[in-house]
């Protein structure tokens, strides 16, 4: 027994360390898109992330942090605690399936033979290293991310209930139990994904203490969906949520000062914990005690989540949804901005609300009590637009366009339980999680969002180079799939209960997230991290097929030895290839650009400048830059989205390191929420050719009489009464400030008109107003050229591109072909001397589709600074532009992209008509190659076949200019024949 520990130990461990070299040698050296460098920022100086947080994780990330030399290597840090979790889920998984492995092999209390035990270790490593280079295991283990953490606590927890059952009969054998409970209890603080395997270990639990019954197992079902609801919903929000109330009642009904009903509420919580804990004791209730000690120590792991209000008292720079009080606390743990969507009965996206009715009482901590607040209003359907399984609600149009790819819509009709139940299948199971499933152990056709699986093989006829050349084009041959399936068949041959324990943890990991999540029909990004847990216990199968498939060995050879040493070699295979095809697309060892951009962004603006920014991609890199590196922190970055919301509002009047609180004039009593969170446009006669801006906010401010409209039961809500606005400008101010072009200095206006075609103004348009109104052009303000346009009201007349942002400047040039005017020598100057594009010019670097989209935006403003100094006869400078774009963001590294037709009249007219025509060609082949691939695909490409369409009218228009007629009607025709197959 001595000796099998030992080596069971030894190999563990050496797996881990194969796993640890790997996804160190392959870590991102600085932050990732999406939300790593938010919490990467967050973890660096313990700020407040989006809801509901990850605590235990960022005071996990802030200790990883420590170790960092200089700001620049905090990034690399926080990325090793995602490898090292990683690598820890692999060691527990490796030890996971080595005790269902010998229980198999070996009867208890026998040691095992040495085939068994060669058999038992090469089920372990070959699962276990399986799992580590799976492509989402892989993903999440080079990234600032919360869900190497979240697997870890799900490898870690499984592994122990496992211990905990061999244990079972000694006398302190429930402390794994307490163990567990304080895992789940920690789990909490980085993502909730873990408790989802709680009925898998209920059936361990069940299993080992009781005799097994249909009867007895439908229980153990319902008190594990139980604890799952008690902690989902009644300690994580609900503790809480009751504490709030009593905080209210203690300050609001007893005058009572702050704090004191929350006091109250945990001497009252701690009390009754002791009493229960005293009476187990006193009676030897056993059951009683271990189910109050798992209690306490959940409670105990869940105490991180003290960390979040306590930052937010601070008022740090980062500090989402403020919250620093239990009843803001509250709201951030039940995610309450997100909304929810029906799961088991709801209203289809058709129904029409027929009432509505208000919530519970909302409050916000006021000077000295708790002041109510406007009620949610949730709204009422009739039962007849109602149905089970509600999986068509979404009333967006893109969403509905969506949905009828999936399902035959017809309008005016609410869709049938049968469409729901297709969706279901075809969408939310087959093509949201079953891909994925595939993706991991069967292969993956590119990373073109949407793309299919990987059978056999990698066809190249018919495939675009873009798809062709992907290094995440990825085949395995079926081998982990057909593996983990033989594996499956043996386990339940062999041991049925082990089997079923092991499925419901693939089922709750996978496919019931997949049917809780209720996803909508489209997401920003593939969401295949979502389910790591569920191919983690898929690659508990990959190893036990290596029992299955000695045991088919040994049938012939007959000797237990050889068999298990050639079936773990041949097994070995499957890593071996996982490893081979997953190589190149995850490392991101040299990959730099999502910082870069960052900075090219933040570089675009001049000193103490405001900018507003679009959405995790546009934001989260550049929080990252100033909060770890201190990267200008001049600039105030402001999220639109975030600008509907009071405490963001509050936030951008505060300093910030060196940017200067915002000039804004109303008060929180006009942005409170639930206070001008929307301005519908009723139209006054009086006003209708306009109205001073300045004169619009100060009426705003005085909630005056004259924008007052009435609605519902005889609320009043404030209005704008006119779409056209002026603004007076200090003409001779503006000019010696001397921010705007020297070509249009003559052009400053003294007086500003626009118009905002809206019906309705949100309420960061309206802060927006007020920061113009305001600022009398003393600071910089700017908008990320990647803002929807929707967001410009009607401003982007009176635009300066400056690099990768707009300034706001009093000079009106309209313009079809893009907002404003350049300002040439800024930009240069940012462009040329300033961006960095670090490796983008290596071919051997995987790029996907979020550093694409980045690198076009750029590429089109090389584009333009080239044409607008083309245009002032510096052809020089020109030429230097397009080589120096060129070279930075070559075609080999960065494909095509429908920005790039504009650079083939431009080299033309600087004489270099060859490059110019090849090109032309270049591009002509690309698109039409791409879309013969994707109108073959189908609908789900809708977005590359309108990109290569508008790409296609392009390079017509740009063949025209540069006098290659005939070449233009070609691809006129050529165009005109995929435009008539899109309307089949």
């Not at 045991?551 to 290839?577: D, F, Q, Y």
């Not at 991609?617 to 105030?636: C, I, K, S």
């Not at 909630?703 to 009435?710: G, R, S, T, Y």
Request: charged share 20%.
């Amino acid at each position: 027994m001595t000796d099998y520990r030992k080596i069971n130990n030894l190999v563990g461990w050496v797996v881990f360390l194969i796993a640890t070299t790997v996804y160190v040698l392959t870590l991102e050296p600085t932050a990732s898109f999406w939300d790593a460098g938010e919490f990467i920022a967050c973890s660096y100086k313990l700020l407040v992330p989006h809801p509901p947080g990850a605590p235990f994780y960022l005071l996990v990330g802030r200790v990883f942090s420590m170790f960092a030399s200089d700001p620049t290597q905090v990034a690399w840090w926080v990325n090793l605690l995602s490898a090292l979790c990683s690598s820890f889920t692999v060691l527990f998984l490796f030890w996971s399936i080595t005790i269902l492995a010998r229980r198999i092999l070996v009867k208890e209390g026998e040691v095992p033979a040495t085939g068994s035990l060669l058999l038992i270790m090469g089920a372990g490593a070959v699962g276990a290293l399986a799992y580590t280079f799976t492509d989402s295991a892989w993903f999440s283990a080079v990234e600032a991310e919360v869900y190497a953490m979240s697997s870890f606590f799900t490898a870690i927890v499984f592994w122990a209930m496992l211990r905990w059952e061999s244990k079972v009969g000694e006398s302190l054998s429930d402390k794994w139990l307490i163990l567990i409970a304080y895992l789940i209890g920690l789990s909490i603080g980085a993502h909730l994904l873990n408790l989802v395997a709680i009925p898998a270990l209920a059936f361990i639990y069940y299993y080992r203490l009781y005799k097994p019954t249909l009867k007895g197992g439908v229980i153990a079902f319902l008190i594990s969906a139980v604890i799952v609801m008690a902690i989902l919903w009644g300690v994580i929000p609900g503790l809480p949520s009751l504490a709030g109330n009593v905080e209210v009642f203690f300050v609001n009904s007893l005058s009572l000062p702050f704090g004191s009903g929350i006091i109250f509420f945990v001497i009252l919580l701690v009390a009754a914990i002791v009493y229960g804990i005293r009476y187990s004791i006193k009676h030897q209730n056993r059951l009683l005690n271990t189910a109050l000690l798992c209690f306490i120590f959940i409670l105990i792991g869940y105490s991180s989540y003290m960390i979040i209000p306590i930052r937010s008292s601070y008022n740090p720079t980062i500090d989402e949804n403020a919250p620093d009080d239990i009843l803001s606390f509250v709201s951030y743990l039940k995610r309450e901005q997100y909304g929810d969507r029906p799961l088991l009965y709801g209203p289809q996206y058709n129904a029409q609300p027929v009432g509505q009715e208000e919530g519970a009482a909302r409050y916000v901590k006021g000077k000295d009590k708790y002041v109510a607040t406007t009620r949610k209003v949730e709204p009422i359907y009739d039962s007849k637009d109602k149905t089970l399984l509600p999986r068509i609600y979404s009333d967006q149009p893109q969403h509905l366009q969506e949905y009828k790819k999936w399902v035959d819509l017809k309008e005016g009709q609410a869709p049938t339980f049968g469409q729901n139940l297709s969706f279901l299948l075809r969408y939310q199971l087959g093509h949201m999680y079953w891909r994925y499933f595939l993706w991991n152990f069967a292969g993956r056709e590119s990373d073109v969002q949407q793309a299919g699986v990987l059978w056999f093989g990698k066809p190249t006829d018919g495939v675009p180079d873009r798809v062709a050349n992907s290094m995440a084009r990825n085949c395995f041959y079926l081998l982990p799939l057909l593996i983990g399936v033989l594996g499956l068949i043996y386990q339940v041959r062999k041991n049925e209960r082990d089997a079923f324990i092991v499925g419901l943890l693939f089922f709750f990991t996978g496919i019931a997230i997949a049917l809780y999540l209720n996803q909508p029909p489209i997401e920003p990004r593939e969401r295949d991290y979502t389910f790591a847990g569920s191919f983690y216990a898929f690659s508990i199968w990959i190893g036990l097929g290596v029992l299955g498939l000695a045991e088919l060995i040994n049938k012939g050879l007959r000797n237990t030895k050889t068999s298990a040493a050639i079936a773990s070699v041949v097994c070995l295979a499957v890593p071996g290839i996982l490893a081979a095809e997953g190589w190149n697309d995850h490392d991101r060892s040299d990959r730099y650009h999502s910082v870069d951009s960052a900075k090219n962004l933040l570089d675009s603006v001049a000193p103490n400048g405001i900018l507003f920014t679009n959405g995790d991609n546009d934001t989260f890199p550049l929080w990252y830059a100033q909060e770890v590196e201190g990267y200008r922190t001049d600039v105030r970055v402001a999220v639109l989205s975030y600008l509907n919301t009071d405490w963001y509002i509050d936030q951008m009047k505060r300093q910030a390191y060196k940017s200067d609180p915002w000039p804004l004039s109303l008060e929180k009593e006009n942005y409170i929420q639930g206070t001008n969170d929307y301005l519908p446009y009723v139209e006054r006669p009086q006003v209708a050719a306009g109205i001073d801006l300045k004169q619009f906010i100060s009426l705003v401010k005085q909630n005056h009489p004259a924008l007052q409209v009435q609605y519902g039961s005889g609320d009043a809500l404030m209005s704008f009464p006119t779409k056209n606005f002026f603004l007076n400008v200090d003409k001779g101010k503006v000019q010696q400030a001397g921010f705007v072009a020297p070509d249009f200095q003559n052009q400053v206006t003294d007086r500003m008109q626009w118009t905002i075609n809206k019906s309705l103004l949100e309420k960061k348009h309206l802060i927006i107003l007020d920061l113009l109104a305001t600022n009398e052009w003393s600071r910089p303000v700017y908008f990320s050229t990647t803002v929807n346009s929707a967001d410009f009201m009607g401003l982007s007349e009176y635009f300066q591109l400056e690099g990768l942002a707009y300034r706001v400047v009093p000079v009106k040039v309209a313009s079809e072909e893009s907002p404003g005017f350049l300002n040439k020598d800024v930009m240069y100057e940012n462009m040329m001397k300033k961006f960095s594009f670090r490796n983008f010019d290596d071919p051997s670097i995987f790029y996907d589709d979020n550093y694409y989209r980045f690198a076009a935006n750029a590429r089109d403003k090389f584009g333009k600074l080239a044409a607008a100094y083309l245009e002032s006869g510096d052809n020089a400078k020109a030429k230097e532009i397009v080589d120096h774009c060129f070279e930075q963001l070559p075609p080999a590294t960065v494909p095509y992209d429908y920005y790039t037709p504009q650079f083939i009249s431009i080299m033309a007219d600087l004489g270099d008509e060859k490059r110019a025509k090849d090109l032309l060609e270049a591009m002509a082949k690309t698109s039409q190659q791409s879309l013969d691939y994707y109108m073959e695909k189908g609908a789900l490409f809708d977005m590359e076949i309108q990109t290569n369409l508008f790409m296609m009218q392009q390079l017509i228009t740009e063949a025209q200019e540069i006098g290659e007629d005939n070449r233009a009607m070609e691809l006129q025709q050529v165009f005109m024949q995929y435009l008539q197959r899109m309307r089949r």
